[in-house]
């Protein structure tokens, strides 16, 4: 692949930095939607929008990679969100306080209540930003393992980037809302203790689901369009076939690395993610309640 007329870095359809910079600021903007569906039937098309710089994106009215992915997650997410919140409605639970013994001190006992107002605030704030960074981890893993190491630069991992964060936001709609909805009836489930048959179908058929055909799209469908991207022969060769074209798919990269890499790294990434969270919450608890009881003994 030729490496010769790379663009600049700011006519990249959308800097990373941006992205986040506007993250909490558009996620209330409802507004979007039309945008986001004239940004995916482009793609469905198979308009390479990752090749076009930000100004004609926003003079089309489309989105960029991150953003146009970040929203899908957004969408997917909705209506799992309105079930718990309803489930929550008609079948309330009482938060119990924690059970503390009787010879804790006074600043410890206040320690953890008051984590227990902070963690929920702290989360919420947070949690905005998760979905996109495993994204991101998720499309630097494809973006590198979709190429071969002669044509892996800096330019091309970019350019497979955007192209997996447009096909995933495109087609990812469907795995990742009925994904959403069977974690929210699993975890109303659980939390009232439910457990009947149909329950169990109800959470398990969107489940199947979402995992079958995520798996079809991870496993087939994307790959097989970074690789005619990148001009690959997209056929899977083994080892008994004696000739194999120079320029065939690096299949064996790319099912290593996003089953590793990819798999593996993004759980290990999300629970490190959230032990970050627990503690920045607790700290801020430990800080508050620190200052809360000074300024009441100086007092």
Known sequence: MGTDAQPKFEDTPEATGTFFGNLLGWFEKLTKLRKYWATRKCIIQGENLFDLPSGVLAKRNLMGPLTFNAYESTLSGASASFLGWFITLLFPIEPKAPVLPENVSEFARAWVLEAGKV????????????????????????????????????????????????????????PEGALAIAVALGVAASLHGWDSARLIAAVAVPAAIGVGYSFYLGRHKFPRLLFALNGYDQKVYYFWHRHKPENRAPWSKYSLATWTIGGIGAWVFLALMIEIITLVSWGIAYVTVLLRLWVQHRL
């Not at 044509?151 to 995933?168: E, F, G, P, V």
């Open 119 to 174: 963690a929920p605030e702290v989360m919420k704030t947070a949690s905005p930003f998760l979905p996109p960074l495993l994204l991101l981890f998720g499309a630097w893993v494809a973006g590198w393992a979709c190429l071969k190491g002669r044509d892996s630069n800096k330019h091309n991992r970019r350019r497979c980037r955007n192209a997996y964060l447009y096909y995933d936001g495109a087609w990812g709609l469907l």
